[in-house]
């Protein structure tokens, strides 16, 4: 770097590298069982990837159309209704983006004037600090109280003020894996009425709920669908993370915001992984409908081997991590142990503090059960022995 270039004007000064890089680089170098970052270790539905092959050999190969493709959309459309009974024009309130980590981004971007003070409930998902910052918002961090992570409501009551201008949102919640119940949806609603508060809600985990639970989409609650960005990802619904295919559905004047952003953010998403997931969402849709018994199963056999090991669980009501204590193995901050879990145990797991500014001792280490049913017994068998 020539020495008149200053160094000292990153926008980011505080970020690094993200903790999921970081812990899977680790995991990798180290050989050891991968419950760190979120993805599962087994492969899509086959039928899907012969739709992606055939949706490349019918020629769609270029680019989609800036908003998604319009039958994606209808059919996004016709399905929240279905789930939500949630009303979305296709036309004008439906985007496809590029995974919802592009959502977030230019939602965010989209509404967040510098100075406007955003509500972030911590612990956060890493990307909504960052997103908030480059477009000179001021995080306002609220944490979950401890060991429950439920929403304390008087806290967001008491952070509320005329500078507030979003609030992020993440139910089924990582890393806690807790859930929102209607009566937080009541809560709020009565909390932003006469507020200019615009909710980005993050819902990628929508269809992983356990023990017979219902998802508390934004969108199923009229007066608050009017001012909400509902983002979600076929990422974690057809194992399938690495097609970056999410969307946002926001009323109409806020959607006509958010596609200025993303039409210079990425302009528009993969063709053939659009075409691919509208086929398989017309033939193939009780796969989704499954899904969250096939993970309260994996829950269950994860929690099931982790008996008589020294950590504790916490509790799991959606998503694919799983909290645990390690308050009775060792004092060390989590990233320290997580490092010595990966090092000495051969597991990787995420040290929760990263999802916080100023990190709470918790001792509370995130491990992913979106694994094979081999990886998670081998990894219980290591972490039994601690
Ligand atoms: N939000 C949350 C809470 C997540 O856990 C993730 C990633 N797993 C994302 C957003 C990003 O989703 P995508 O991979 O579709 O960008
Ligand atoms: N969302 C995933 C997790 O929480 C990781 C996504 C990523 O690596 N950016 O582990």
């Avoid at 997103?131 to 304390?152: E, M």
Wanted: proline share 6%; with cysteine.
């Amino acid at each position: 770097m020539p020495p008149h270039i200053s160094l000292n004007r990153s926008k980011l000064p505080e970020v690094g590298t993200t903790i999921f890089t970081v812990m899977s680089a680790l995991a990798n170098k180290h050989n050891a069982i991968n419950l760190s970052q979120g993805f599962p270790d087994f492969g899509c539905d086959p039928k899907l990837i012969q739709k992606v092959q055939r949706a490349m050999s019918d020629g769609h190969n270029q680019y989609a159309p800036m908003p998604g493709l319009l039958r994606l959309r209808s059919l996004l459309s016709n399905l929240q209704n279905e789930w939500y009974q949630a009303h979305y024009e296709a036309e004008t309130e439906i985007t496809i983006s590029s995974g919802a980590t592009e959502s977030l981004m230019c939602a965010i971007q989209a509404m967040v004037h510098p100075g406007d003070e955003v509500i972030v409930i911590e612990p956060a998902y890493d990307s909504y600090i960052p997103a908030i910052q480059l477009s000179g918002g001021i995080p306002i961090r609220v944490p979950l109280t401890y060991p429950t992570y439920r929403v304390d409501w008087e806290k967001i009551r008491a952070a509320i003020n005329p500078k507030t201008r979003v609030m992020l949102i993440n139910t089924p919640h990582n890393p806690t894996g807790t859930i929102w119940e209607d009566s937080d949806l009541e809560i709020l609603a009565e909390i932003v009425r006469d507020t200019e508060i615009i909710l980005i809600s993050d819902e990628v985990y929508e269809h992983i709920l356990f023990d017979g639970k219902q998802h508390q989409s934004l969108s199923r609650h009229p007066e608050l669908a009017k001012r909400s960005m509902v983002i979600s990802s076929f990422g974690k619904t057809l194992h399938t993370t690495g097609w970056k295919v999410g969307y946002c559905m926001a009323p109409a004047e806020l959607t006509k915001e958010f596609r200025k952003v993303h039409q210079f953010v990425t302009f528009s998403t993969s063709t053939p992984f659009q075409h691919a997931i509208a086929d398989y969402l017309e033939e193939e849709l009780e796969q989704l409908i499954t899904l969250k018994d096939f993970y309260q199963q994996k829950r269950d056999l994860f929690l099931q081997l982790m008996e008589g090991s020294r950590f504790q669980p916490l509790a799991c009501q959606g998503t694919y991590f799983q909290l645990m204590t390690y308050a009775d193995i060792s004092d060390e901050e989590d990233a320290v142990f997580a490092q010595r879990l990966i090092r000495e145990y051969g597991v990787a797991a995420i040290p929760v503090s990263a999802f916080y500014h100023h990190p709470p001792d918790h001792r509370v280490v995130r491990f992913c059960f979106a694994k094979k049913e081999e990886t998670l017994v081998a990894a219980a068998e290591k972490l039994r022995k601690i």
